[in-house]
């Protein structure tokens, strides 16, 4: 089947929607759509942001004032929400009963085109220009009308809860899944097909069942210091490097103990004297959403407590090389007063 030459994308599925033009090549909102006949009733409602997780931004469509996204702040239609590298957002659309949440996954582009209600309905469609999202729709007093759209595949869901989809920007590969309760429709911009996606199912641009990729799809453990985060870093030092079979109390041991005050006035002193000396990264950025693989390595600090330090000397410290995030040095700073 032929592809068709407009980029104009339609969502028709369950949580925030409207009309929405996206450009498949580089994955920027266009111009919107021609404006759709709105019933008298309607009324607009906002998407509530219920968790922040790294650097996620939003700005109104066709802008470039981008601000970050914090608890609690609301978003009307036509807001563009753009997350950068191990970074997401959760949002909760309408206040009803018709319970709807929305989590848009790192370096993701999406577009609230449309949320309103009417006397019997609430109407949600999302754009996707690249990226994963995933939502959920718990059904109360309206009817839901939820769609995601992307510029290759619509989903549009029905009764549904944990569906998402997922776009790979300039290439026709996308992932509609549904991997709890419900049924979801999956149509392909590309080849005109539709199908209709069961729990724990998957389709993709193949528009191939969930079985027949399974064979395919097998989590592989990596250790990943950048990624990880710091209860994480903690865990994997104390079971991955010996601590745990070489340390007493059966394994158990102190890394570093900031109890005394005289303890967190040297640790202060430590952390004052490098923080000054780890540079920030600077130039420009290649991507909106920020560099593939660096994760949250710029904003580490590295600190060195070696075998003469007081905090080694009292017992409060191991000798060795300690790596904390730049934001976790600096809260700790600011509240002990030390800053």
């Given at each position: 089947?032929?592809?068709?030459?407009?980029?104009?994308?339609?969502?028709?599925?369950?949580?925030?929607?409207?009309?929405?033009?996206?450009?498949?090549?580089?994955?920027?909102?266009a111009a919107a759509a021609e404006p759709e006949t709105?019933?008298?009733d309607r009324t607009p409602i906002t998407a509530r942001?219920?968790?922040?997780?790294?650097?996620?931004?939003?700005?109104?469509?066709?802008?470039?004032?981008?601000?970050?996204?914090?608890?609690?702040?609301?978003?009307?239609?036509?807001?563009?929400?753009?997350?950068?590298?191990?970074?997401?957002?959760?949002?909760?659309?309408?206040?009803?009963?018709?319970?709807?949440?929305?989590?848009?996954?790192?370096?993701?582009?999406?577009?609230?085109?449309?949320?309103?209600?009417?006397?019997?309905?609430?109407?949600?469609?999302?754009?996707?220009?690249?990226?994963?999202?995933?939502?959920?729709?718990?059904?109360?007093?309206?009817?839901?009308?939820?769609?995601?759209?992307?510029?290759?595949?619509?989903?549009?869901?029905?009764?549904?809860?944990?569906?998402?989809?997922?776009?790979?920007?300039?290439?026709?590969?996308?992932?509609?899944?549904?991997?709890?309760?419900?049924?979801?429709?999956?149509?392909?911009?590309?080849?005109?097909?539709?199908?209709?996606?069961?729990?724990?199912?998957?389709?993709?641009?193949?528009?191939?069942?969930?079985?027949?990729?399974?064979?395919?799809?097998?989590?592989?453990?990596?250790?990943?210091?950048?990624?990880?985060?710091?209860?994480?870093?903690?865990?994997?030092?104390?079971?991955?490097?010996?601590?745990?079979?070489?340390?007493?109390?059966?394994?158990?041991?102190?890394?570093?103990?900031?109890?005394?005050?005289?303890?967190?006035?040297?640790?202060?002193?430590?952390?004052?004297n490098r923080l000054p000396m780890t540079p920030l990264?600077?130039?420009?950025?290649?991507?909106?959403?920020?560099?593939?693989?660096?994760?949250?390595?710029?904003?580490?600090?590295?600190?060195?407590?070696?075998?003469?330090?007081?905090?080694?000397?009292?017992?409060?410290?191991?000798?060795?090389?300690?790596?904390?995030?730049?934001?976790?040095?600096?809260?700790?700073?600011?509240?002990?007063?030390?800053?």
């Amino acid at each position: 089947m032929a592809r068709s030459c407009s980029l104009t994308l339609v969502l028709l599925a369950l949580v925030i929607g409207g009309g929405w033009a996206v450009d498949a090549v580089v994955g920027q909102p266009a111009a919107a759509a021609e404006p759709e006949t709105q019933p008298a009733d309607r009324t607009p409602i906002t998407a509530r942001v219920l968790e922040v997780r790294g650097d996620v931004k939003h700005a109104p469509l066709e802008s470039d004032d981008w601000q970050p996204c914090q608890v609690d702040e609301e978003y009307p239609e036509q807001t563009v929400i753009l997350t950068g590298v191990r970074s997401s957002i959760q949002l909760q659309v309408g206040d009803d009963d018709t319970y709807t949440a929305v989590v848009i996954e790192p370096v993701s582009r999406t577009i609230i085109s449309e949320a309103c209600r009417t006397a019997d309905t609430k109407r949600v469609r999302i754009g996707v220009g690249y990226g994963r999202m995933r939502a959920g729709v718990a059904e109360g007093g309206l009817k839901s009308d939820f769609t995601v759209d992307s510029p290759v595949a619509t989903l549009s869901k029905r009764g549904t809860w944990n569906f998402g989809l997922f776009y790979e920007r300039s290439t026709d590969r996308f992932e509609i899944f549904l991997l709890d309760q419900g049924l979801v429709d999956a149509f392909s911009k590309l080849t005109g097909q539709q199908r209709t996606v069961l729990p724990r199912e998957v389709v993709t641009q193949a528009m191939r069942r969930w079985a027949d990729e399974a064979q395919f799809r097998i989590n592989v453990p990596m250790t990943d210091i950048l990624g990880q985060s710091d209860i994480a870093v903690a865990f994997n030092t104390l079971d991955q490097s010996g601590l745990r079979v070489l340390g007493p109390e059966g394994g158990q041991a102190v890394l570093l103990d900031l109890s005394s005050s005289g303890a967190q006035t040297q640790f202060a002193d430590l952390v004052r004297n490098r923080l000054p000396m780890t540079p920030l990264p600077t130039g420009p950025r290649v991507r909106p959403e920020g560099y593939f693989g660096t994760g949250r390595g710029d904003e580490l600090v590295p600190l060195i407590i070696d075998a003469n330090s007081p905090l080694a000397q009292k017992g409060l410290a191991r000798p060795g090389s300690y790596t904390f995030r730049r934001s976790a040095l600096e809260n700790w700073l600011q509240q002990h007063g030390r800053k």
